[in-house]
Structures are given as structure tokens and as C-alpha cells.
């Protein structure tokens, strides 16, 4: 029972063009989202997070965007860079008393193309 | 900043053998975290650990165990072990005082052969 869902397992874009990395969950007690950005071999970094209460969350390049009745979020990566090129984790955090674990996604391989 | 480390990033074993990885979080950071992933796949949660105490328990085979020590640094104890469990390894760390964003070591890759 995948309770995270990325449904594009990659996405290519133009260098300078925007990214959109979509997610979706089910689990309605999820109350903090993250994104996750990963190269093989290493360990996941975390890039950008979201509360429940909130719809939009900014850092720099970096956008989230979170629809709670739809179940949706979204990462904008605008302008996207050649470094960005990797594979990006949603991840959803539910408080269970003694911390937040985390269920993430399967994962959208970005590729950034000059 | 520091890091959350561990170690050894690389591990060969037989199999039926055991294993121990050692987590050390991020200074001042009380939660710690283990994940699998296996090839292919996403992260999935195995552990965590509050202040030295078990905090939740995720799909860890009975096979697995862990603690957390006085000094904040985790071990995961893998006995047994079987082919399946070739995969790499992240422990992560948070702050129950801060937002619940959780930050990752580089991981240990453990190949069972």
C-alpha cells in the first residue's frame, strides 16, 4: 500500500525552463511534507518543506505548493540548473509521540538538459 | 555544519552472518531514524529512537535490532543475514524542538553474498 505516490518515475527539461514534480498521498493524517533531492550513492538532502496548514512554501528556486483536499503537492524548481539533475523524494511526516517518521515516494529521476 | 555520520558507508557479509551499523546524528539532535532502501526503491522506515528509547518500529525484521546510547549515537544490529537484505542503509537525525525535517547521513551499503 503505497501511501506516497509520484507518478512520473522521470521528467526532462530544458536548462532555465521550470520543473513541476508531482505527489500525491492518501494517508490524511500526514501533517508536514517534505522534498528530498538525491544522487546515487548518497544519502538523501533535504531541500524544501511544507506544513498542512499551509498551501505555499518558498526558497529560492525552490517552490512547494500544497493542495490538502486533492492530496497533491508539487515542487517548482524555476530556474531549473544542470545541477539539479537527480532523483527527488517526496516525503510525508506523521507524528507518532516520539518523532515524525517519514513515508516517501518512489522517487521522479529529473534530468536538467542544457 | 556537521553531519549526520556513519559508518562504514561499505559492508560485505556472508550470509547468515551479522552486521552492526553505527549512526552519530547531528550535535543537540535528540530523534534518530533508520531506513532501508533497496534497489530501485524508496526509503522505507525500519526505526526510531527519542532520547534512547524506541519510538516507533516500521518493517524490521525480528532478525534486526538497535539502541540508542547515552551519547546520542545509534547501532543497528542485523543477525542472520540473508541475500534480501543487501540494500543501503540511512540513518537520519531531528530535533523534537524544531520542525520535523530529518536530515541524512550518507549511508551504508551492505551487500549479503
Known amino acids: 500500500d503505497q501511501q506516497v505516490k509520484q507518478n512520473s518515475p522521470s521528467l526532462s527539461v530544458q536548462e532555465g525552463r521550470i520543473s513541476i514534480l508531482n505527489c500525491d498521498y492518501t494517508?490524511?493524517?500526514?501533517?508536514?511534507f517534505l522534498w528530498y533531492k538525491k544522487y546515487p550513492a548518497e544519502g538523501p538532502t533535504f531541500l524544501i518543506s511544507i506544513s498542512s496548514i499551509k498551501d505555499k512554501n518558498e526558497d529560492g528556486r525552490f517552490t512547494v505548493f500544497l493542495n490538502k483536499s486533492a492530496k497533491h503537492l508539487s515542487l517548482h524548481i524555476v530556474p531549473s540548473q544542470p545541477g539539479d539533475s537527480a532523483v527527488y523524494f517526496c516525503a510525508a511526516s506523521e507524528f507518532t509521540g516520539g518523532g515524525n517518521k517519514l513515508t516517501f515516494g518512489t522517487g521522479t529521476q529529473l534530468k536538467v538538459e542544457l | 555544519a556537521a553531519g549526520v555520520i556513519q559508518s562504514p558507508r561499505h559492508l560485505i557479509k556472508e550470509k547468515r552472518e551479522t552486521a552492526t551499523l553505527k549512526c552519530y546524528p547531528i550535535?543537540?539532535?535528540?530523534?534518530v531514524y533508520w531506513y532501508q532502501q533497496g534497489p530501485g526503491q524508496d526509503p522505507q522506515f525500519l526505526i526510531s529512537f527519542y532520547e534512547k528509547m524506541q519510538s516507533d518500529k516500521g518493517s524490521i525484521p525480528d532478525r534486526f535490532s538497535a539502541q540508542q546510547f547515552s551519547d546520542y549515537h545509534s547501532e543497528l544490529n542485523m543477525s542472520s543475514l540473508e541475500l534480501g537484505d543487501s540494500a543501503l542503509y540511512f540513518c537520519a537525525s531531528s530535533s523534537t524542538s524544531g520542525l520535523p525535517e530529518q536530515f541524512f547521513g550518507p549511508g551504508t551499503r551492505l551487500t549479503v553474498l
Open positions: 550535535p543537540r539532535h535528540d530523534t
Open positions: 494517508n490524511s493524517m500526514f501533517d508536514y
